[in-house]
């Protein structure tokens, strides 16, 4: 028998969202947080609110820059006063999974965590690794955080290097993904019948050419994440379903980078 897996909870907080840290956070760990994991609190504040987390909840962080503050303002120290007076502050939060750690911390968690740097298949690999977690019996459920959060430096750089046809923008998608019958979408991996396709563009032009391919030979409507959000970074597909989480048609989902194809399949939302 087939194991249903769904996305119950879906929130998105922008790069550049001004909304204050939740309560939840005390202030002397908000001072600390690199800007990258302020914003991830923000958006699970918003997926789950009130409500506390099963401590045995499994955490995956999907992100491409990571703490990009943190790593600027620990290089910037090293540069200015050598390796032997760098400071450690910005050094403890500028590794990709500080996130993760100040999350689990913040919320409680004991279950498996992992973060995942996949450039532009970031969010359906942040799902399987959901959907294998849950599937093994290894959690009660997953908290996926996905996203990034650049400052002027990078925003520059990934500019430069990506040369896309988006503006280079941030933000960061929480989802709470489940098993069994509930509210919220059903989550399928893999390819399956649905009359319009989700995908997150891509950076090489046959890469481009085969997600419209793809759409074209299913007979797809297909939707382009960061045209519908206006900005773009590796794993935004899933940010552009602020605003659409709640529709009630299946929905295709895409991303590819170096010819690499990942599909999953949306179904339609259920109300609680």
Not at 116 to 141: D, I, K, N
Not at 150 to 175: K, M
Not at 224 to 235: F, S
Request: negative net charge.
């Amino acid at each position: 028998m087939r194991l249903t897996t769904r996305i119950a909870g879906f929130a998105y907080c922008a790069g550049d969202d001004p909304s204050p840290s939740p309560a939840w956070v005390p202030a002397g760990t908000r001072r600390r947080m690199d800007a990258f994991a302020r914003i991830a609190t923000v958006a699970v504040d918003r997926l789950v609110g009130a409500r506390r987390l099963e401590p045995e909840t499994a955490m995956v962080l999907s992100t491409s820059y990571g703490a990009v503050d943190s790593t600027f303002r620990f290089v910037g120290s090293i540069a200015a006063y050598r390796d032997e007076a760098a400071s450690p502050t910005p050094f403890t939060t500028s590794v990709h999974n500080a996130a993760a750690g100040a999350l689990g911390e913040l919320l409680g968690l004991h279950g498996p965590a992992t973060t995942v740097s996949q450039g532009g298949l970031g969010t359906l690999s942040a799902l399987r690794w959901a959907t294998l977690m849950l599937g093994a019996g290894r959690a009660p459920a997953v908290l996926a955080v996905l996203g990034d959060r650049h400052n002027e430096w990078s925003r520059g750089v990934v500019a430069a290097l990506a040369q896309t046809r988006f503006p280079i923008g941030d933000g960061v998608v929480a989802c709470l993904i489940e098993t069994g019958p509930g509210p919220g979408r059903e989550l399928r991996l893999g390819t399956h019948p649905a009359a319009v396709s989700l995908d997150g563009a891509a950076l090489d032009a046959e890469d481009e050419r085969e997600l419209a391919r793809r759409a074209s030979a299913a007979g797809q409507q297909r939707l382009i994440a960061p045209e519908l959000i206006g900005r773009w970074w590796p794993a935004c597909l899933l940010a552009a379903l602020d605003g659409r989480w709640q529709d009630d048609a299946p929905l295709a989902l895409r991303e590819c980078e170096d010819g690499i194809i990942e599909e999953a399949w949306l179904g339609p939302y259920v109300a609680a």
